[in-house]
């Protein structure tokens, strides 16, 4: 692998006479000997260029993976229920009313359908969320755990996340501990980052009313680690938040991962942030922050909405990688961003391509969902220079695809995914996001 040496630990000089040399010892932060203060990350944000911060990002993550892969899981999306108390203005998921004609909630035996059809392509987990819907007694949850350990003993249970926990204590009278601590016992494994957005009180109450706080949300993962289940941690950029919003989600984080690392026996294993999705939601109501303006975003009360692209998504890949030392991996979001920003992540911080989602429900309401089969991510990582490694929940190899076998040397549909990427027609594009993707490449 040569991607490390061909990126050095060293500010990046160009051609460019004022580009930006940090005002502090970066490489202490790249090499692992200190860590990015407020202020530097700040400053970084500030003032470096997207293409150092991706040079730096990447030296972190090959650090701390130096191996010569790259990785993602094979999983489904599954929502039981579009039931939520909760409204959250950046979402076109929920339904509140619960007799509303589109509102839902599945059966054990329609979950069990949906798992049946994830392990006959060869998955090995579900990530299953819903809304936080009152009608559900502890029992559902129960025996629903109890009915996927007891048919699908080797499919792991990553499940719901802290905003349901905090209802779920809330329904069922009972401390969140103990929910966990239920749960657990019928094969709950693992508890997904959802529901973190920014944990900032003062954006919180704006995009997510009836939602639980960010130190509520922060305990919940707390109590899990304590419990020994691992966790995810997810961050949601591009609403009304501003830098200062969103260091702060990443300062909290770190500060709680630490106090894992010291106290608990699990943590939060990886981090994943995407962009707000604004079509269908409440929020794409507000007014937009325009970039070319000469007015600075700032914080309203949640009346202008500043959203991310492509440049503000990798910036704050590269800047989460520096910054969030003490999380080991980092996923790109290739279902927000697309095949080719997700790709790119891959070099600006993130280790792993997440998913190959047989079911989204929730960025998809959204307007925005993009659809990657095994092969492509396959391909995807091995066009930036790693082998693709199907991965579990723990960031354990289970299957290395080195050899012509490989989802992506077997399985070529010529015409889906055509050449000329980064000139795409609106027609293309909207096939981006509705179809299948194979890549289209000639056989070996
Ligand atoms: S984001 Fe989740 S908690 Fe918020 S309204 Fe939608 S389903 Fe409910």
Not at 57 to 77: F, K
Not at 386 to 398: D, F, K
Request: hydrophobic share 35%; aromatic share 10%; with cysteine.
């Amino acid at each position: 692998m040569v991607i490390a040496s061909s990126y050095p630990l060293s500010a990046g000089h160009g051609a460019r006479p004022n580009r930006y040399k940090p005002g502090f010892d970066l490489n202490a932060v790249l090499e692992g000997r200190a860590r990015l203060s407020n202020e530097q990350f700040l400053e970084l944000y500030h003032q470096a260029e997207l293409t150092d911060l991706g040079r730096w990002a990447l030296a972190v993550s090959q650090r701390l993976h130096p191996e010569d892969y790259r990785t993602y899981v094979i999983d489904r999306n599954i929502n039981y229920t579009n039931i939520c108390t909760a409204r959250c203005t950046f979402c076109a998921f929920k339904r509140n009313d619960p007799q509303a004609s589109d509102a839902y909630t599945l059966s054990p035996g329609q979950i069990h359908e949906k798992i049946s059809q994830l392990v006959q392509i060869g998955g090995t987990q579900i990530l299953m969320q819903g809304g936080m819907n009152p009608a559900l007694p502890i029992e559902y949850y129960e025996r629903l755990l109890r009915g996927i350990r007891e048919k699908f003993p080797t499919v792991h249970i990553h499940a719901f996340s802290p905003p349901e926990f905090v209802e779920f204590a809330r329904f069922f009278h009972l401390p969140v501990a103990e929910v966990l601590r239920r749960f657990k016992d019928c094969g709950l494994a693992t508890v997904p980052g959802g529901g973190g957005e920014i944990f900032s009180d003062r954006v919180r109450r704006r995009i997510g009313p009836g939602k639980c706080s960010g130190e509520e949300w922060l305990d919940v993962m707390s109590q899990a680690h304590q419990l020994g289940m691992y966790t995810s941690a997810t961050m949601l950029i591009g609403h009304i938040e501003t830098i200062e919003d969103r260091l702060d989600h990443l300062s909290r984080l770190r500060r709680r991962q630490d106090w894992a690392l010291a106290n608990a026996p699990a943590h939060y294993t990886a981090f994943i942030h995407w962009t707000y999705q604004p079509d269908h939601t409440p929020l794409d109501r507000k007014r937009k922050w325009n970039p070319d303006s000469d007015r600075p975003y700032e914080f309203d009360n949640g009346r202008t909405v500043r959203l991310a692209d492509a440049y503000e998504y990798l910036r704050m890949l590269a800047l989460a990688r520096l910054y969030l030392d003490n999380i080991r991996n980092m996923q790109s979001s290739w279902v927000t961003m697309g095949p080719k920003i997700g790709q790119l992540a891959l070099f600006f911080g993130a280790n792993d391509m997440g998913s190959v989602m047989m079911e989204e429900n929730v960025v998809s309401s959204a307007g925005t969902t993009y659809k990657l089969s095994q092969d492509m991510i396959c391909r995807l990582i091995r066009d930036s220079g790693w082998t693709p490694v199907q991965r579990n929940q723990y960031y354990e190899v289970l299957q290395r695809h080195a050899g012509p076998d490989s989802p992506d040397r077997i399985s070529v549909v010529p015409g889906v995914f055509p050449r000329r990427q980064h000139r795409i027609t609106p027609a293309e594009a909207a096939a981006y996001k509705n179809v299948e993707l194979k890549i289209s490449v000639k056989p070996a």
